[in-house]
């Protein structure tokens, strides 16, 4: 089934931090990053406050219950996804993919030029999943000011940066239809 996705309203922000919490599950196969499964997610009040923005989208599945979410903030001319989470009952069925695809449809009808995000480089649900969808890693001289300040704060919240990495969705601002090009 084709997940609905639809704008998060505030009755949602409560049942999120479940659905994020569910999602991390997935990080107990990782023995070094199973502590992030018991690690802090974003409260309410954080999930209130992107959807007052518009930047937080939910998807439902064929009964109306929300089973992922999406939370993103615009930055200048791109718009940087903080968090995707399906519940580990719904991964791998398309609902992490039609989130990302909102959230590049927004930033198209804004006119933006990217969309941003942090993530591991090689958890085959991060990095490679982000790159199937035509983001480019970034590091180095490439980072902007932004994102490396994310990636600091990162490292000072205690993950292993050395395992992480900045990506970007270049979109071509002249055409709210566009699709992303690679660099």
Known sequence: MTPLI???TGGDASSLPDIERSAAELFRTVPALAWIADDDVLPPEVHLRFI???TEWVAEDDTGKV???ISAERFGQALHIWELAVHRD???QGYGRALV???IAHARRQ???AVTLTTFRDLPWNGPFYGRLGFDAIEGDALDERLTAV???ERELGLPVHLRCA???TLDATDAGCVPHRQ
């Open 6 to 8: 639809r704008a998060a």
């Open 52 to 54: 007052a923005a518009g």
């Open 67 to 69: 089973r992922g979410f």
């Open 90 to 92: 719904c991964q791998g």
């Open 101 to 103: 695809s909102q959230a």
């Open 111 to 113: 006119r933006l030029a």
């Open 151 to 153: 990636l600091e704060h």
């Open 167 to 169: 990506m970007r969705l």
